[in-house]
C-alpha cells in the first residue's frame, strides 16, 4: 500500500497465522473443523513519519477483500448439486 501512496519503502511484509480446530471422526459423521482465529502481523521499513505509514496501514484494512469476509461482512450462500442436478442436505449437516 505504501507504493500505491506515494510513500518509500525498503520491505513490505505481511504475516498472517491461522489457528484450526478438528474434532469427531469423518467415519462416523461427526467431523467438524473451525476457524478459531487469524493475526495479521504488517510489518514496514521506511523512513516515512509513523503518522503516513499508520494512514496507509489503515486504508489497506478498508480496501481488504478477505479482511472483510473474514470479518463476517460478507453473505455467503451454499448450493449443492449431485451429478448436475440440485440436491438438498438436511439443516443438521450443514455449517
Do not use: W, Y
Request: proline share 3%; charged share 30%; net charge negative.
Amino acid at each position: 500500500m505504501a507504493t500505491k501512496r506515494k510513500l518509500s519503502a525498503r520491505d513490505e511484509r505481511v504475516k498472517v497465522t491461522a489457528r484450526f480446530v478438528e474434532q469427531g471422526s469423518v467415519l462416523q459423521g461427526t467431523k467438524q473443523g473451525r476457524v478459531e482465529s487469524f493475526e495479521i502481523d504488517f510489518l514496514i521499513e521506511s523512513d516515512e513519519p509513523d503518522d503516513a505509514i499508520a494512514d496507509a496501514m489503515a486504508l489497506s484494512h478498508r480496501m481488504c477483500f478477505t479482511e472483510s469476509a473474514l470479518s463476517g461482512r460478507a453473505t455467503l450462500s451454499k448450493r449443492h448439486f449431485h451429478n448436475g442436478q440440485p440436491i438438498d442436505i438436511s439443516p443438521a449437516d450443514q455449517v
